[in-house]
């Protein structure tokens, strides 16, 4: 069974850009048929969906988080990453990556999913 793991800093200062990796294990992230997804859940609120990498390579965002995320993979390690710049207390939050058929990851009832990693932003 396919596992994700989050990694990446617990604390980022406002400004500055937020960087996080997923590496997957027991699959490959170039396998055809799914999406690799980031998403997250501030304190207090729902899952917010934030974009996608596919099989081949394509990549997806959130148009509201559009123009401060970056999505990128790296084959060789399977592993793929987030960057959110110009990051504000407002971006505080559980991070996951989640990898499903579907583009658009909503619920932890789908696919399968990372544990998460809290990153607060505070200086």
């Known amino acids: 069974q396919v596992q994700l793991q989050e990694s990446g800093p617990g604390l980022v200062k406002p400004s500055q850009t937020l960087s996080l990796t997923c590496t997957v294990s027991a699959g490959s992230i170039t396998t055809d048929g799914y999406f690799w997804s980031w998403i997250r859940q501030p304190p207090g609120k729902g899952l917010e969906w934030m974009g996608a990498?596919?099989?081949?390579?394509?990549?997806w965002y959130s148009p509201s988080l559009k123009s401060r995320t970056s999505i990128a993979r790296d084959t060789s390690k399977n592993q793929f990453t987030l960057q959110l710049t110009s990051v504000t207390p407002e971006d505080t939050a559980v991070y996951y990556c989640?990898?499903?058929?579907?583009?658009?990851?909503?619920?932890?009832?789908?696919?399968?999913w990372g544990q998460g990693i809290q990153v607060t932003v505070s200086s």
């Open positions: 990498i596919g099989h081949a390579g394509s990549i």
């Open positions: 989640a990898r499903d058929g579907q583009l658009v990851v909503r619920d932890h009832a789908q696919g399968s």
